[in-house]
């Protein structure tokens, strides 16, 4: 389709040939002052920190035996994929995230999406939330935008604005899908019945095709009532019969090949109203077999409704910092799904935990923004998978959230901040290692006899076969007293001691669970607010563990996490064997290099901004084409494929390279 995927077929080797222009030129009248960055900071850049929790009064065992077997092992999960987290993202703020229109895409965003591509293969990306349920396709709104919200006319616990969208939206999602392997769901309006408005089926067949894995029939219905926006009587019938009601009104013509019909997720519940009991029990995974390619629910384990939007009582965050900090609560929560993770395995359907987080209404200041959350996302990943969902999406919403697990800096700053990458984005991208592409992962909670809540340690197969083991710390104990030494051994089921010589070891490190940016995974990092481009910083560092005795001993920082491959070649899966190494490439590179001109003071002061290195970091600026600069293009997008240094991509307007 794109240039991109053209040349790549062609001559994967050599120069690549296409352009993305990320943002425009928007020349800067009148830069923030630091004093307004200052006393105006937006929660998603708030640099405020709690007090990490104390040190567990009880003994913890730290030593803990990990004896793995080559096979016979009972208990693991069903195969599992490493995109099993993908993300979430609220539409209303597509338009800073993805980008501006479909040929202005967000060159971050394809790094961030191509970091777990490499790892995974490909990567699962939900456009939607409240704001789906409102939203309306419209021809063209003003100045060419792709989206537009009512602020006057909000609504619900989440003051929801209503939406209005363009297909370009759509374009946006398929041009990104020629850069990097995203997959998308969406969501059809669910609100209004009769008729339902069917304008995004439509586009979505049309314009996504393939790339489209499956469309969103209501979100969270059993909190209709609740909003207002069904009467008292609503059930799981009622969804029921407008989930047939739907598939009639697209039978006649919104659905054109039929793609829509056969990839509808159902039915989305919070759990707030309804069990998901009492939907299977309609019938509704039989009657609409044909249709529904995905069950899915929605969890968040609390919120932050009540310091948001004055719903409900207030919750203070450093209260409910234990709770993030402790494997139970993760058990707890997912308890009640183990059910229809079973159901869902006998009508040979996978079951997707559709949006979650660490808290609705924006998450926690100083939890969800803080390692603490690297950490939870983590265990509640891998105890996802052991629990048999196959898939989970961590939400993102804009500057006035806590939880994302990456920030596109507000679009009139665009020009000179970059952009935040979130403590569960690292839970992500690690979970895509700790899956890896082989399609046949299982995961197991290893039933550790005496192991502590906070220490929770799975094992990882593959057909069968251990070959990673991750294993979280929750502790805060700088002193090293509460540090972990798990002792791995391998054997075959007649008790031949198979353990290696050696394991390869990548840890997640910060100084505390409450630290707040530059974050290391194998020592490499994304950086603090407004510092990253989507592409790890630093060089990486795998530690050798030699194993002595029959037995490796592996050491794990309190707080940390580390991820044991048990293989050289788990290891080399893990990081290359999604596909080939891709980067995108921004330089800042305005009319005649200094048209956006930002005071160097200013920057001193703006959370750490990095102008001049990324400037300097990028690959396109000895290599411009000549005319770009004349356009007054202010970003340009430059494609490193398999360590081969591409040319700079022609622009639009200027033909292609
Ligand atoms: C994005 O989509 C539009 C509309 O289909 C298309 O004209 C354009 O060439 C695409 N842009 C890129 C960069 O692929
Ligand atoms: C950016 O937009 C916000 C909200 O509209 C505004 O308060 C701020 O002053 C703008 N900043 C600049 C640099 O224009
Ligand atoms: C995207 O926005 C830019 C700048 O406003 C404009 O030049 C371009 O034509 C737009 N592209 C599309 C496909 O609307
Ligand atoms: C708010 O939205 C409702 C429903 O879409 C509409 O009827 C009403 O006119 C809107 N109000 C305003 C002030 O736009
Ligand atoms: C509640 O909604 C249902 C379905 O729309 C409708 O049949 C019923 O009359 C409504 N009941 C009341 C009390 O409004
Ligand atoms: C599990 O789900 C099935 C199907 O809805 C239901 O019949 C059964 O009662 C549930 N069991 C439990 C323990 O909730
Ligand atoms: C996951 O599914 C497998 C295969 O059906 C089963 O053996 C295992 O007990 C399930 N795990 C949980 C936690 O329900
Ligand atoms: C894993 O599954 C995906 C999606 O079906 C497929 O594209 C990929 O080739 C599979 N990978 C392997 C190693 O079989
Ligand atoms: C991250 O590290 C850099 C470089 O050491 C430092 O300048 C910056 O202040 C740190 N950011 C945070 C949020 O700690
Ligand atoms: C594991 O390593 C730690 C740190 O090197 C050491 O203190 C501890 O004694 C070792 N444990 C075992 C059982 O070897």
């Not at 697209?250 to 659905?255: L, M, V, Y």
């Amino acid at each position: 389709m794109g240039p991109l995927r053209l040349v790549l077929l062609l001559a994967p080797t050599t120069v690549l040939g296409a352009i993305t222009v990320y943002h425009v030129q928007q020349p800067l009248t009148a830069a923030p002052s630091a004093s307004a960055t200052a006393t105006s900071i937006p929660p998603a850049y708030n640099p405020s920190t709690l007090v990490p929790p104390a040190v567990p009064t009880d003994q913890v065992m730290t030593t803990i035996p990990v004896a793995l077997q080559n096979s016979g092992t009972v208990g693991m999960s069903i195969p599992q994929r490493g995109s099993f987290i993908g993300f979430s993202i609220e539409m209303s703020v597509t338009n800073q995230v993805l980008g501006k229109n479909s040929s202005l895409i967000q060159v971050p965003f394809l790094n961030l999406m191509a970091n777990i591509q490499q790892r995974a293969g490909s990567v699962m990306v939900r456009v939607g939330g409240n704001t789906q349920e409102s939203a309306k396709m419209v021809d063209s709104l003003p100045n060419g935008r792709i989206l537009e919200k009512d602020l006057q006319n909000v609504s619900g616990t989440t003051q929801t604005p209503p939406l209005d969208f363009t297909a370009d939206l759509l374009y946006l999602m398929r041009n990104i899908s020629d850069f990097v392997n995203v997959h998308w769901f969406l969501g059809t309006p669910w609100f209004v019945t009769t008729p339902f408005d069917t304008d995004i089926v439509t586009a979505a067949d049309n314009i996504l095709g393939d790339y489209l894995l499956g469309m969103q029939a209501g979100n969270e219905p059993d909190m209709y009532v609740l909003h207002g926006h069904r009467n008292d009587s609503y059930g799981p019938y009622d969804y029921f019969g407008e989930f047939g009601d739907f598939l009639t009104q697209i039978g006649g013509g919104a659905d054109p090949t039929g793609r829509v019909k056969s990839v509808l997720v159902g039915p989305n519940i919070a759990s707030f109203a309804w069990t998901l009991e009492e939907v299977w029990d309609t019938g509704f995974v039989d009657t609409y077999s044909e249709n529904l390619a995905f069950l899915a629910g929605e969890k968040y384990p609390n919120d932050n409704c009540g310091a948001t939007f004055g719903a409900g009582d207030v919750v203070n965050p450093q209260d409910v910092l234990p709770n993030y900090l402790t494997h139970t609560r993760h058990q707890a929560l997912l308890e009640p799904y183990l059910n229809s993770t079973m159901y869902a395995q006998t009508k040979n359907k996978p079951f997707l935990m559709f949006e979650t987080n660490t808290a609705s209404c924006g998450g926690f200041l100083g939890i969800s923004d803080a390692f603490v959350a690297a950490l939870w996302g983590i265990d509640y990943a891998l105890l996802m998978a052991h629990s048999n969902f196959s898939g989970a999406m961590f939400h993102l919403g804009g500057q006035n959230v806590y939880y994302n697990p990456f920030t596109a800096p507000p679009t009139n700053q665009s020009t000179y901040h970059q952009w935040s990458v979130g403590p569960l984005y690292y839970s992500a991208l690690i979970m895509a290692e700790a899956m890896g592409p082989s399609n046949t992962t299982q995961v197991l909670n290893l039933p550790i006899d005496g192991i502590s809540e906070f220490t929770p340690i799975y094992g990882i197969y593959e057909s069968g076969v251990p070959k990673r083991v991750a294993i979280v710390n929750y502790i805060n104990d700088p002193s090293g007293a509460n540090d972990v030494h798990a002792i791995i051994t391998l054997a075959n089921p007649d008790g031949t001691q198979t353990t290696p010589s050696s394991v390869k070891v990548k840890y997640l490190a910060a100084s505390s669970v409450v630290q707040k940016g530059n974050y290391t995974w194998a020592g490499q990092t994304f950086g603090g607010f407004f510092e990253s481009d989507g592409r790890p910083m630093g060089d990486e560092d795998v530690q050798t563990v030699q194993c002595a005795a029959g037995s490796c001993n592996v050491t794990v920082p309190a707080p940390g996490f580390a991820l044991v491959f048990l293989t050289d070649d788990a290891l080399s899966e893990s990081e290359n064997g999604g596909a080939p190494s891709v980067t995108f490439s921004t330089t800042i590179k305005p009319k005649g290099r200094n048209t956006v001109t930002v005071d160097p003071s200013l920057l001193a002061t703006s959370n750490g901004n990095r102008f001049a290195d990324h400037e300097l970091a990028g690959t396109s600026k000895q290599q411009k084409p000549s005319g770009a600069a004349a356009q007054g293009v202010s970003a340009l997008l430059a494609v490193v494929l398999g360590g081969v240094v591409g040319a700079l991509l022609a622009l639009p307007g200027f033909g292609r390279v």
